[in-house]
């Protein structure tokens, strides 16, 4: 059966503050839910393609399909993990932002070459795993996605990059590229329980942005370091690790938040309006 699948972008601008261990942890704990995942890595440096057991190849990743030198039936990749698939990334991705910015279309071009897939309708969800700059890539993938959640740890200055990427969705808003993009949430990522500073910053950010932020919040693991070195999640790696049941926890979250996204857009049936009561003949007075 077709399926209506949402394209969501895990995006912040700044490196190393979970973007990419949430991709792939996501995906995993999306499949546990029987729900099937596209993962698109837009990262040159490969890490979910590696996060998710394979190796990169030379030319199976986005860039030939960002040039027409490739269809993108090619290179859908299965993985060892079932309902998740992936586009691969490759070194050569690091070239898209040159052979992007040549495009007349060039903020369209992601969206553009994933309209095959959204019509196929066999994924419920494609989770790009964008680069961590501000490049034409970033931009472009932001343009063809219907939301985006944003990870951010638990750190001093982490809503300086928030307020970045926020300023870059109303970008978008504005020019006309995607007006429907929106801020889906936000991920508090690397948690340490044992520092003051941790909570602060996470009680910060919900008192700035209240029900954006999701209420799981995802600790500091060794585990979470570890799994990616054996080409696995770390809810598979190390399923009752306390990140892993994290990330299942925000996968319910965000499932249940798309699922409410979607009835608010659904159609409402039409009510039929009710008759208006029959007026009674009163007898005429008249002989």
Avoid: W
């Avoid at 942890?25 to 995942?37: E, I, Q």
């Amino acid at each position: 059966m077709e399926r209506k699948t949402r394209i969501i972008a895990i995006a912040n601008q700044k490196g190393g503050v979970g973007k990419t261990t949430t991709v792939v942890n996501l995906a995993a704990s999306l499949s546990l839910l029987k729900k099937t995942v596209l993962v698109i890595d837009l990262d040159p440096q490969a890490n979910a393609t590696s996060g998710l057991g394979l190796q990169r190849q030379q030319g199976v990743s986005l860039y030939p399909i960002l040039t027409g030198a490739a269809d993108i039936a090619d290179v859908i990749q299965p993985t060892p993990y079932e309902n998740i698939n992936i586009i691969p990334s490759e070194l050569d991705l690091a070239g898209a932002e040159i052979e992007i910015a040549r495009q007349p279309n060039h903020l369209t071009v992601i969206h553009d070459v994933l309209d095959r897939v959204l019509q196929a309708g066999v994924f419920d969800y494609i989770l790009m795993d964008c680069p961590p700059s501000l490049g034409i890539l970033m931009t472009a993938s932001l343009a063809a996605a219907d939301g985006i959640v944003v990870t951010m740890q638990c750190e001093y200055y982490a809503m300086e990059g928030l307020s970045v990427i926020t300023e870059l969705i109303n970008k978008l808003h504005d020019n006309g590229a995607n007006p429907n993009l929106k801020l889906e949430g936000i991920l508090m990522t690397m948690f340490d329980g044992r520092t003051r500073l941790a909570a602060d910053v996470v009680e910060e950010v919900r008192k700035h942005f209240g029900d954006l932020v999701y209420n799981a919040v995802i600790p500091r693991s060794v585990r979470v370091s570890e799994a990616p070195s054996f080409g696995q999640p770390v809810v598979f790696y190390d399923p009752s690790n306390r990140a892993s049941l994290a990330y299942r926890e925000f996968a319910k979250e965000f499932s249940k938040r798309m699922r409410a996204a979607e009835q608010e857009l659904a159609p409402q049936p039409s009510v039929p309006a009710e008759p208006e009561p029959a007026v009674e003949q009163q007898p005429s007075s008249e002989p």
